[in-house]
């Protein structure tokens, strides 16, 4: 399981505006020069090298295994817009080999005592929670600076590549080597995922747009593998799926805990003791770090033999336990919106529509109310 990778994987915020950089670091000044360029020449040259599936097919040079791959996602592609009524336009019809592990980094920061991101802004994307890099060593540069500041910081690497559906008249976004090898609900996952953020995206409100995709991900890989899926894909999906659960429940506890630190009213002085709390919080991932050892060890997992979620939990902190929630808190309230909706998914989607137009406060307390009154009808 990769939380960060699958249940944090972020778009690639640099390329969402890709048609005004230029513009907007002009007008920035020479600081936000570098940023906007590099996101500019990272896009065109990962635009470059991607080629219709097609080509990859037909070219001997293809390796046999990513042909096997490209062909299923193939089928998930056309599966998305047959089915889940996604759109039907050029994204993931193409193929890229970057030839890196990943095709951004991302770079999130929190205050010490706070879960509450940093944000940044960008033209037309609007502002959100974290900031892509084309290039590693420049996001865990950033990174630095920003622990420099004192803040809390992650750095994580990012297999998909989204422009929200904006610049699909230049071949649409691409399907690429950072994700085509993973497991088939992965892979089905990602796809989903991402052409989610093009039928909704609300400019400012992360936790809406990211919950949103995570929902469609979520109930879209249910019916793919329920209708399309192999025996061994199901029953893959369900044990990764049930360990996902646990682990997601072990996390949303220490986000509360964690809150709840931070949200101490003052003392009789009006001050709060920063030390104290500060003391306390590494009590807290203490805690959590030593919950998750026994958890881990009732999966039957090798101990000696790493697995992704160990890196998560050994770096968790403010900024990795916020960016987690933006993808987590609103997701109750969409699945039981589509429940409601008759599992309908042009309908789900005209709601969805709906309450973005909703001022942000609002939208969230809809979505609040419809989990809760799903859950008050659960057995």
Known sequence: MRPLGRLHRGLAVAARAVLSVLAASVLAGCASVGYYWQSVDGHVRLMAAARPVDDWLQDPATPEAVKERLRLAARMRAFASDQLRLPDNPSYRRYADLGRPAAVWNVVAAPPLSLTLRTWCFPVAGCVGYRGWFDEARARAEGDAL??????????????????????????D??????IQDTEAEIARLIFHELAHQVVYVRDDT????????????????RWLALQGSDAARHAHAQRQSRREQFRALTQATRAALARLY????G????????????????????????????????????????????????????????????????????ALFLREGQDWSRFYDSVKQLSRLPRPERHRRLQEFANARSAHSP
């Not at 691409?174 to 994700?179: A, E």
């Open 268 to 335: 009789p002085s009006g001050l709060k003791d920063t030390a104290d709390q500060l003391a306390r919080k590494q009590d807290v991932l203490a805690d959590f770090r030593a919950a998750y050892g026994r958890l881990r060890a009732s999966w039957g997992l090798d101990p000696a033999r790493p697995i992704p979620l160990d890196r998560w939990v050994a770096d968790a902190n403010n900024a990795t336990f916020g960016a987690q929630a933006a993808y987590d808190d609103l997701v109750p309230g969409f699945e």
């Open 263 to 266: 949200d101490e009213p003052a």
């Open 207 to 222: 936790a809406f747009n990211e919950s949103f995709a995570t929902a469609v991900e979520r109930l879209g890989v249910t």
């Open 147 to 172: 622990r420099e500041q004192g803040l809390d910081v992650s750095v994580y690497p990012v297999p998909a590549y989204s422009t929200l559906g904006w610049l699909n008249a230049f071949g649409g």
């Open 174 to 179: 691409p399907l690429l080597n950072t994700f």
